[in-house]
């Protein structure tokens, strides 16, 4: 079955960090681009970064550049993001989300169930 | 302006047609994308590249553009069509997806 499976969310204090990862079964993980994408009740789905098929390239929001970094290993099957400085309105279910195709371009056709991130003193 | 908007909520009888618009200045120069999201449920592509539908997506789901309005349309809803619904796309300009606030489609 094809899926992605997100893990690495909790609850941490403001200015701390976090690092979630997110790993592929049943597909050809080093050829599709990923991405990261938030949920908040209030704001709905912001898209948080992106990555291509062999890393080279990536992408960020701006509410998130310089706070968050995304990677992958692809000997792994998986996608990371290291998140620093966290801020409450970085509190959102984490998802990431797989490209079509090698590059950051396309649209999401397949997602994984999420993370929660809360960030709360 | 690079943001896209939704109406907050579209209210639809079963066995009626939804209609879900998404606005903004760039929508004619980029590929618009549609996704619904259940309560407690991941996101699904409902329709990618204006009009196209992924498999698994019933024919009832379509899409459509024009100048600065996309369209989804929803034809014969049913129940389970209740849910979130984000137009979403690409802006190379500033390389970054950009999504609408989302359309919370109820089903009466």
Known sequence: EVQLWESGGGLVKPGGSLRLSCEASGLTFPIYAMNWVRLTPGKGLEWVSGITARGTSTYYADSVKGRFIISRDNSKNTVFLQMNSLRAEDTARYYCAKEPGGVVIYHFDLWGQGTQVTVAS | ?108
């Not at chain 2, 618009?32 to 996101?43: E, K, L, S």
């Open chain 2, 1 to 108: 302006s690079n943001e896209l908007t939704q109406p907050p909520s579209v209210s639809v009888a079963p066995g009626q047609t939804a209609t879900i618009t998404c606005g903004g200045d760039i929508i004619g120069t980029y590929s618009v994308h549609w996704y619904y999201q259940r309560p407690g449920q991941a996101p699904v592509l409902a329709v990618f590249d204006d009009s196209d539908r992924p498999s698994g997506i019933p024919e009832r789901f379509s899409g459509s553009k024009s100048a600065n309005m996309a369209t989804l349309t929803i034809n014969r809803v049913e129940a389970g069509d209740e849910a979130d619904y984000f137009c979403q796309l690409w802006d190379s300009g500033r390389d970054v997806y950009v999504f609408g606030p989302g359309t919370k489609v109820i089903v009466l």
